[in-house]
């Protein structure tokens, strides 16, 4: 799988799995927050540093006018875009517009940093006794006094 790292991916210092490419206006935004050794490195030995060609950054722009993107990216954004398209690897990035831009070009995304879990699971507890759900942990049932048992959690989307 081919990544492209946008600066803040970049940033975290964060190892990506795979093939991982930037293109050159990245660089820029990098050394101005502070190119540190170890990033360094790993643009030098891991990262393969590659313009798009100049149709892809036309369909990159044409899609962003088209979904009312287009004031929201800036050029570095736009290159991403259209380098994941040149390389057909997904994107690395936090930025809504650029993965609006990207969805809507048929071009894979993550997000920069993991979500954690996106479903939560919420336990209730039934009573023994008199069948009671309750949503938190009671040491006997308030209603008739039995003991509480942990029962299936249930799904809730967040
Ligand atoms: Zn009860």
């Not at 492209?4 to 050159?24: C, H, I, K, N, Y």
């Not at 100049?54 to 050029?75: I, K, N, Q, V, W």
Request: aromatic fraction near 6%; charged fraction near 25%; glycine fraction near 6%.
């Amino acid at each position: 799988m081919r990544r492209v790292l946008d600066a803040s991916a970049l940033l975290t210092g964060r190892q990506f799995p795979g093939e991982l490419l930037v293109p050159p206006s990245v660089l820029p935004e990098i050394r101005r927050h502070g190119l540190t050794p170890q990033l360094e490195a790993i643009l030098e030995t891991q990262i393969e540093i590659r313009g798009p060609s100049p149709e892809a950054l036309r369909r990159a722009r044409a899609m962003s006018e088209a979904t009312g993107d287009a004031h929201r990216l800036s050029p570095t954004d736009v290159d991403l875009i259209a380098l994941a398209l040149d390389v057909q690897a997904i994107v690395v990035t936090d930025d809504y517009s650029v993965q609006n831009v990207a969805r809507a070009l048929g071009v894979g995304f993550e997000p920069v940093m993991e979500r954690g879990i996106r479903e939560q699971w919420t336990w209730s507890y039934r009573c023994t006794g008199c069948r009671t759900v309750w949503p938190k942990w009671h040491d006997d049932c308030p209603t008739c006094g039995a003991p509480l048992r942990t029962a299936r959690p249930r799904r809730q989307p967040r």
